[in-house]
T-cell receptor, first 121, second 118 residues
């Protein structure tokens, strides 16, 4: 069974286009994330959603917008794609609990999707 | 300032030997978590091991162990009896508590590329 799935796996598009990447998790987790991995393999958090609320919004361009129709889905919409947006985008999910459980591994581990390789031409 | 530092861009190890991948971190939190992930050439992120800041014993998961030295703020990954399939990128990451909310983002190091030589 796939825990965190992303579609598409590969996305090739022209500069200026608008595209979406979908993410779904079947783990019952309450928090989902988007990470960007650049050409140098550096991974950086972009967004996270907890109970349909945006929790973290790092300094990403507002051309990127996460949308969560329900707890199991967090899609990433990108408008007016630029060459620099070319990267691998990973979705992840975790179960977040209050401080009482924050020390336990099972409440901290983030499960990653397979990644979406976006190429902007 | 970089919060997770992996000083070894690349490492080589002979098959069946042990190897240590370095990771140092910086945080003012008392409660935090440290993770190691493996990324093979196929691209997926594979969780390896976790260490909580209050765990008194070093974490172990099969051939993986985490050498946690809290005072030095280091969390080195030790892989014993290396196998060819261990060739991959290895990322150290830290979980920080986002104040006032229920999300715990991971901050990653730049990774170490491990190559296992037959």
């Amino acid at each position: 069974d796939t825990a965190v799935s992303q579609t598409p796996k590969y996305l090739v598009t022209q500069m200026g286009n608008d595209k979406s990447i979908k993410c779904e998790q079947n783990l019952g987790h309450d928090t989902m994330y988007w990470y960007k991995q650049d050409s140098k393999k550096f991974l950086k958090i972009m967004f996270s959603y907890n109970n349909k609320e945006l929790i973290i919004n790092e300094t990403v361009p507002n051309r990127f917008s996460p949308k969560s129709p329900d707890k199991a889905h967090l899609n990433l919409h990108i408008n007016s794609l630029e060459l620099g947006d070319s990267a691998v985008y990973f979705c992840a999910s975790s179960q977040v609990v209050g401080l009482a459980g924050v020390l336990k591994r099972s409440y901290n581990e983030q499960f990653f999707g397979p990644g979406t390789r976006l190429t902007v031409l | 300032a970089q919060k997770i530092t992996q000083t070894q861009p690349g490492m080589f190890v002979q098959e069946k030997e042990a190897v240590t991948l370095d990771c140092t971190y910086d945080t003012s939190d008392q409660s935090y978590g440290l993770f190691w992930y493996k990324q093979p050439s196929s691209g997926e992120m594979i969780f390896l091991i976790y260490q909580g800041s209050y765990d008194e014993q070093n974490a172990t998961e099969g051939r993986y162990s985490l050498n946690f030295q809290k005072a030095r703020k280091s969390a080195n990954l030790v892989i014993s009896a290396s196998q060819l399939g261990d060739s991959a990128m290895y990322f150290c990451a830290m979980r920080e508590v986002h104040s006032g909310a229920g999300s715990y983002q991971l901050t990653f190091g730049k990774g170490t590329k491990l190559s296992v030589i037959p």
